[in-house]
């Protein structure tokens, strides 16, 4: 059983930027891909980023690239979103997700890959 606890949401202007963490409670991390989702009211869940269990390839959606950024710390069991230049229609619930992979460099995006799920943290972007 993995749990995944989600942190450093919050309420900022248009142009800030944010440091997500999402903290794995396992043993062998480095055996799982991590990724980061979103959902804002009304819509469905959708891909943000992802990042092999080795950490050597990411994926973004085409809506995030070049202003955020996922990068993972295998020694602290943990795995970051860095979100600068935000929008308003980046406001949601950030979900961070993992499932373990054979291939050291998947990066999945298909919200039914996952298996495990943090219970989200609110973004808010003003304009």
């Known amino acids: 059983q993995v749990q995944l606890v989600e942190s450093g949401g919050g309420l900022v202007q248009a142009g800030d930027s944010l440091r997500l963490s999402c903290a794995a409670s396992v043993r062998t991390f480095s055996s799982y891909a991590m990724g980061w989702f979103r959902q804002a009211p009304g819509k469905e869940r959708e891909f943000v980023a992802a990042?092999?269990?080795?950490?050597?390839?990411?994926n973004y959606a085409d809506s995030v690239k070049g202003r955020f950024t996922i990068s993972r710390d295998n020694s602290k069991n943990t795995v970051y979103l860095q979100m600068n230049s935000l929008k308003p229609e980046d406001t949601a619930v950030y979900y961070c997700?993992?499932?373990?992979?054979?291939?050291?460099?998947?990066?999945?995006?298909?919200?039914?890959?996952?298996?495990?799920w943090g219970q989200g943290t609110q973004v808010t972007v003003s304009s």
């Open positions: 997700a993992a499932v373990q992979t054979g291939d050291a460099y998947s990066t999945p995006s298909a919200g039914n890959t996952w298996r495990y």
């Open positions: 990042i092999s269990r080795n950490g050597l390839r990411t």
